[in-house]
């Protein structure tokens, strides 16, 4: 079946613009998370979403990073006036439920010039 | 504060070579245990999840077992298809995140 899927596949963006990543979980995964991979490091947790409520987004790194879901399906990340420092491959990873196995889509690469 | 540590950092192997990647981890109250295997340019691939000490999960030349502080990623008679970053990451009971360790960069050459 489908696995997770993530646009674009790539994003260059400037310095303060704002951009948006889009994730579309596997159909009837009811958790979703956003993760962070710096290059050279490992992933950073940003934030879970059980159905359309996030009960767990202490891993965002400021105010200028917010993420939606719509029901359980369709997350999107959002990052305001991007910064040099927001460049890294931000990945989504969905599953059936908060304590099952998380499945990973193949990511964004967000390039801030 | 839980910690994930993989060792070593890069492991070159002849095709053939046996060997084995380590996770060691510092968390209170461990639920799950997942190895990943990374391609360059693409997702983590989920391998296997362990859940207690003393467990073993085979998958082609791959074998993860967990004891109460690491787990161990024994790779046997590899091939060069196997070269990839293998990812270990832990759940821990209060949380739902997974914390990943910083990775092995495995290249086996022929």
């Known amino acids: 079946g489908a696995g997770v899927s993530q646009s674009p596949s790539n994003k260059v963006t400037e310095k303060g613009k704002d951009v948006e990543l889009r994730c579309d979980p596997i159909?009837?995964?009811?958790?979703l998370y956003w993760y962070r991979q710096r290059l050279g490091q490992g992933l950073e947790f940003l934030i879970y979403?059980?159905?359309?409520?996030?009960?767990?987004k202490s891993g965002l790194p400021s105010d200028r990073f917010s993420a939606e879901r719509t029901g359980e399906s369709v997350s999107t990340l959002t990052i305001q006036r991007t910064q040099q420092e927001d460049s890294a491959v931000y990945l989504c990873?969905?599953?059936?439920?908060?304590?099952?196995?998380?499945?990973f889509g193949p990511g964004t690469r967000l390039t801030v010039l | 504060e839980d910690q994930v540590t993989q060792s070593p950092e890069a492991l070159r192997l002849q095709e053939g070579e046996s060997s084995s990647l380590n996770c060691s981890y510092t968390?209170?109250?461990?639920?799950?245990l997942f190895w990943y295997r990374q391609d360059p340019g693409k997702g983590p691939e989920f391998l296997f999840t362990?859940?207690?000490a003393g467990e073993e999960k085979e998958k082609e030349r791959l074998k993860a077992t967990l004891t109460k502080k690491e787990s161990f990623l024994h790779i046997t008679a590899p091939k060069p298809e196997d070269s990839a970053t293998y990812l270990c990451?832990?759940?821990?009971?209060?949380?739902?995140?997974?914390?990943f360790g910083g990775g092995t960069r495995l290249m086996v050459k022929p």
């Open positions: 990873a969905s599953s059936l439920g908060s304590l099952r196995t998380q499945y």
């Open positions: 968390v209170s109250g461990l639920r799950g």
């Open positions: 362990l859940y207690s």
């Open positions: 979403f059980q159905g359309n409520s996030a009960p767990d």
């Open positions: 990451a832990v759940q821990i009971n209060a949380g739902n995140m997974l914390t």
């Open positions: 159909s009837g995964h009811t958790a």
